[in-house]
């Protein structure tokens, strides 16, 4: 017995709030009638979405891939450019949580659970991203300190970050940059607020969950306990 709501994403068919939509527009049947929001059902009810069939309930699928630069961050691009899904080979419908940019490489999660992703990309829940760049030249302590207090990026202000510089030398400066929102280029529009450019961008840590040894372009499946990890977060 349990919530039909929780039940479709259960199946994959997207994230609680979204199943809600769906029954919400009248879309979900519970042996045959229009379901209503809040419905319980169980294994031996006929849902339906759409008029399609929705079977067994999913198995779900946590997966952090080293993304490689040169791919996009989609299950399908319309250019036909690589995407990330073609780095892993698991028969189910999974999607990646948030976005990494074509020439950034990192940990990207892949999953089917549209709660999860839902929760550790929603700004609300202010789930720091830990990312390693090389920028071109001499950052300036005035200049981290701005970044780590926010900068205007397209007139809005960015939420306080960690900028820690790691290496410098006249040329270059490898920094660790934290951050807990996700906005498009958001740590190179922030390098490029006080006038430097990124070189090199790559996510190294989701929360405490860490990158690691993979190789780029490798995966793996996450453990329960780091499931579990993210759940909490
Ligand atoms: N910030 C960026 O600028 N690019 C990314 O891919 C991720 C964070």
Redesign the pocket.
Known sequence: MLRLNKYLADCGIGSRRECDELISAGFVKVNGKTAALGQIVDDNSHVTVRGKRVGDKQKLYYIMLNKPKGCVTTVKDDLGRKTVMDFVDVKARLYPVG???YD?EGLLLLTNDGDLSNKLTHPRNEINKT?VCRISGVLKENERLQMERGVLIDGVKTARAKVRIVEQDQHHTRCEVTIHEGRN?????MFEAVGKE?EF?K?IAVGDLRLGGLNRGEYRFLNDSEVEYLKNL
């Open positions: 976005r990494l940019d950034t990312y280029h958001q740590v190179k529009k990124v961008l996510r």
